[in-house]
Nanobody, 120 residues
């Protein structure tokens, strides 16, 4: 079982940047991937980006390309989501999750989430 803990959320002005962290612990297979999702009030949870635990392959939701980047530090067992040019519509609770590979939709371990609020 993989345990995940997000951090780095907060209040930021539109146009600003924020870096979220996802610290992973437990048994993580080399084939695993860590993904970021977000859920805004009254909306469904949506995929943001994912990165393979080893190898660095990445995927992004089309709407996030160019503003968000995802990276990993294996030595720290941490995955980062760097967000820039933030917009009020980016306001949401951001979650990280683990999946058996980067292409599946079956994420089986989830963190508690971290709130990101972008003011206009």
């Amino acid at each position: 079982q993989v345990q995940l803990a997000e951090s780095g959320g907060g209040l930021v002005q539109a146009g600003g940047s924020l870096r979220l962290s996802c610290a992973a612990s437990g048994r993580i297979s080399n084939s695993y991937a860590i993904g970021w999702f977000r859920q805004a009030p009254g909306k469904e949870r949506e995929f943001v980006a994912a990165i393979s635990w080893r190898g660095g392959s990445t995927r992004f939701a089309d709407s996030m390309k160019g503003r968000f980047t995802i990276s990993g530090d294996n030595a720290k067992n941490t995955v980062y989501l760097q967000m820039s040019s933030l917009k009020p519509e980016d306001t949401a609770v951001y979650y990280c999750a683990a999946a058996p590979n980067i292409w599946t939709k079956n994420y089986d371990s989830w963190g508690q989430g971290t709130q990101v609020t972008v003011s206009s």
